[in-house]
Nanobody
Framework: QVQLVESGGGLVQPGGSLRLSCAASGIIFSPYVMGWYRQAPGKQRELVATSGGSTNYGDSVKGRFTISRDNAKNTVYLQMNSLKPEDTAVYYC??????????WGQGTQVTVSS
């Protein structure tokens, strides 16, 4: 079983930046995909970004968010710039390990408001 611990959420003004981190622990077999989804109140969970053999972004965050990872630390990061009120959501990281099932983090709240 893989455990994921997220950090870095909070309150930020429109136009500001935040950096989320997600550290995975446990037995993890490579290759693996890590990424982020988000869910706003009353809305479905949507893809934000993934990092595996390639990097992919949701349309709403392209050009503003950047995903990166440190494989030595089994950690994935999400740098969020030019934040908008519509980015307000709970952000969840996940990992898809080779030969295993997806695990999710507990979620971290991001609120963009003046």
């Amino acid at each position: 079983q893989v455990q994921l611990v997220e950090s870095g959420g909070g309150l930020v003004q429109p136009g500001g930046s935040l950096r989320l981190s997600c550290a995975a622990s446990g037995i993890i077999f490579s290759p693996y995909v890590m990424g982020w989804y988000r869910q706003a109140p009353g809305k479905q969970r949507e893809l934000v970004a993934t990092s595996g053999g390639s990097t992919n972004y949701g349309d709403s965050v392209k050009g503003r968010f950047t995903i990166s990872r440190d494989n030595a630390k089994n950690t994935v990061y999400l740098q969020m710039n030019s934040l908008k009120p519509e980015d307000t959501a709970v952000y969840y990281c996940y990992i898809d390990p080779a030969g295993g099932s997806r695990s999710w983090g507990q979620g971290t709240q991001v609120t963009v408001s003046s």
